[in-house]
């Protein structure tokens, strides 16, 4: 990943302000103004008249708004989501927006204009803007501000070339729990099994629900590595929304189940999708977890490949709470690898550490430590099963973390394992990766469960 420098953000009435200087790339001028286009026209029509009259043209000019640059991040923004009371995060690049004749040095600020009363913050990242937060006011309309000048125009407002690019429309709130209807939603979720030692251990399943017209549809897969088709689901019970709240009741079972949706938001690492957190209760047991929108984004973290090169994985969305039970967005991927390919007489053959990223933000084990406990990677080794745990199930002590520099202005933290020297992961198998909240906080917080299917280096 490229370095991403993170700008101290000011605070002003109207707008939340980051700055930054970064070198421009020299291209013809333009004007600087709102409407692009049209400006062009009025500077050239500036121009002639004045040097009909003898205008001498000053030695150093504003930087300018490269018009195709300008269109591109018009278009990128129009596609953005807003939602009432829904968090978003997203980014921009605005390489080559703002030229300079003579290759000046330029200052930039960001902001949102029309923000008074939403939760949003701008933050630049070397060339890139990203917008983050959630909107609160569905009336409000607003636009994003990019600025940049020169050192050889004074620091007045008069010294700023401004560009403005509307945001769409926030959308209006639901009645929360009625999101989950009317569409496939699918949920990863745990199954105890036993090997052919008599080993018992957790595998990944991948559920189907589709709530409609007060009937719920299901399925489960038998596939570790797939979700059903929907055409195999079948009508297994009835369900009724109440406010937040979905009430489920199965045909075979004694008990209502309770759905609380309680935090929803589009895919950052991706796959393309969007999560809905949900908590079950089902008699007195709570737990938490992700429904998605879109299979693919849950066949993703089943068909996790690694093996090939150390650390080879992809990040996944994941939800953490701040002290206050917030909810915010990290990213989390996990792999495997043996050592003893690159290091025949290293002492354990297995390598595998979960990596936290803020996608912002700097981090620390605390960040994690107050919440979760209990890390596990399962599956077949070449002389036996491999289960290597971190931490406590009972959360009385968390797992081993430590912190590493991601980019110059980041920290990331990662949570290790320790192997035997017998567990040499075996090519072409699937091994699944939990990593468990403390019991306290099941109803608030999921566990986090990937496959990991390892694969040797080709020769």
């Known amino acids: 990943m490229s370095p991403e420098q993170g700008i101290q953000v000011e605070e002003t009435l109207e707008e939340t302000i980051s700055q930054a200087s970064i070198a421009p790339v020299k291209k013809p001028k333009i004007s600087p103004d709102d409407s692009v286009e049209d400006e062009v026209a009025l500077l050239t029509t500036q121009a002639s008249s004045r040097e009909a009259v003898g205008y001498q043209k ?22 953005w989501r807003l939602e009432q009371d829904i968090t978003m995060y997203h980014r921009v690049s605005f390489q080559n927006l703002f030229i300079d004749a003579e290759d000046d040095f330029l200052s930039y600020q960001v902001g949102i204009e029309g923000a008074k ?6 933050q630049l990242l070397s060339s890139q803007i990203v917008v983050s937060g959630t909107p609160h006011d569905h009336l409000e309309r607003l636009t994003l501000v990019i600025r940049a000048r020169d050192n050889h125009h004074g620091s007045n407002e008069e010294s700023w070339v401004v560009a403005r690019f509307p945001m769409p429309n926030i959308e209006e709130k639901p009645h929360k729990a009625e999101m989950l209807v009317d569409q496939p939603l699918y949920r990863l979720t745990t199954t105890r099994i ?11 399943q991948c559920e189907v629900f589709l709530l409609r017209d007060d009937e719920v549809w299901y ?7 797939k979700c059903p088709d929907i055409s195999n689901i079948a009508q297994r019970g009835t369900y009724r929304v109440e406010g937040d709240t979905v009430l489920i009741q199965f045909s075979r079972e004694a008990f209502e189940i309770t759905w609380l949706l309680r935090f929803d938001y589009d895919a950052y690492y991706g796959p393309s999708a969007h999560h809905y957190l949900v908590t079950q209760r089902r008699g007195g047991q709570y737990q938490t977890d992700t429904l998605f929108d879109n299979k693919r984004a849950v066949e993703a973290r089943l068909n996790m490949h690694t093996g090939h090169h150390i650390y080879e994985g992809r990040y996944f969305d994941h939800l953490l709470m701040d002290p206050e039970g917030n909810y915010y967005l990290v990213g989390m991927m996990n792999y ?19 990596n936290i990223a803020h996608p912002v933000h700097s981090m620390t084990c605390a960040d994690i430590e107050r919440w979760y406990g209990y890390s596990v990677l399962i599956g077949p080794s070449q002389y036996n099963t491999l289960i290597s745990t971190s931490g406590d199930p009972m959360g009385n002590y968390p797992p081993q973390c430590g912190t590493y520099q991601q980019t110059p202005t980041r920290v990331a933290l990662y949570l ?41 280096p080709q020769e």
């Open 58 to 79: 000053p030695s150093n000019s504003k930087p300018t708004i490269d018009p195709h640059v300008f269109s591109q991040i018009s278009a990128e923004v129009a596609t």
């Open 194 to 204: 036993r090997d052919e030692n008599g080993v018992a251990y957790d595998i990944l």
């Open 336 to 354: 495997i690898y043996n050592v003893r390919i690159d290091d025949p007489s290293y002492y354990q053959p297995a390598d595998s550490d979960l």
């Open 117 to 122: 009363t939403q939760s949003i913050s701008v």
């Open 416 to 456: 290790d394992f320790s192997f035997d020297p017998s567990d040499i992961p075996i090519h072409g198998r699937v091994y699944s990766y939990l990593f468990h909240p403390k019991p306290e906080y099941k109803d608030r917080l999921e566990t986090f469960k990937i496959n990991l299917l390892y694969a040797e």
């Open 219 to 225: 399925a489960i897969s038998q596939d570790r590595l």
